[in-house]
């Protein structure tokens, strides 16, 4: 079975109460109810072993699981820490210095110091 790394992150959402934490923790118990310890575990083997199972595309493309396990609704999720999120800019000339200023894509119109409107609120 391929196993997560200890440090590997999860979001656990267990009847409806949201948590992060890791692989490590998940194995050495993440609460003190017999219960909730052995659902949550449940679900990271049946995530682990689908991972082991599937291969190819279908076992990079499992990132969480959900189920009912020792009575329990379990949804645990990985959580990705190696994609940072790419934001998009562009260079804009400031209306009042004349300097290039980098801003989102997506900034509003009045938010924009090239713009009239920015300057004029």
């Known amino acids: 079975m391929k196993r997560y790394k200890q440090s590997q992150k999860f ?3 267990i009847d409806g ?6 692989a490590k923790q998940i194995r050495s118990g993440i609460g003190d109810e017999y219960r909730t310890n052995a659902s949550v575990q ?3 083997d049946a995530l682990e072993f689908s991972r082991f199972v599937d291969t190819g595309a279908a076992a990079t493309a499992a990132m ?3 189920g009912r396990w020792e009575s329990k609704n379990v949804q645990i999720d990985v959580v990705r820490t190696d994609v940072a999120p790419s934001k998009k800019t562009k260079k804009v000339k400031n209306l009042m210095t004349g300097e290039l200023v980098d ?3 997506d ?3 009045c938010c924009d110091p090239s713009t009239e409107t ?3 609120m």
Do not use: M, N, Y
């Not at 109460?17 to 890791?22: E, G, K, S």
């Open 17 to 22: 109460v949201h948590l992060f934490t890791t």
């Open 64 to 66: 969480g699981i959900a």
């Open 103 to 105: 801003i989102d894509v």
């Open 42 to 44: 449940k679900a990271l």
């Open 118 to 120: 920015f300057w004029s």
């Open 107 to 109: 900034t509003p119109h």
């Open 11 to 13: 979001r656990i959402i």
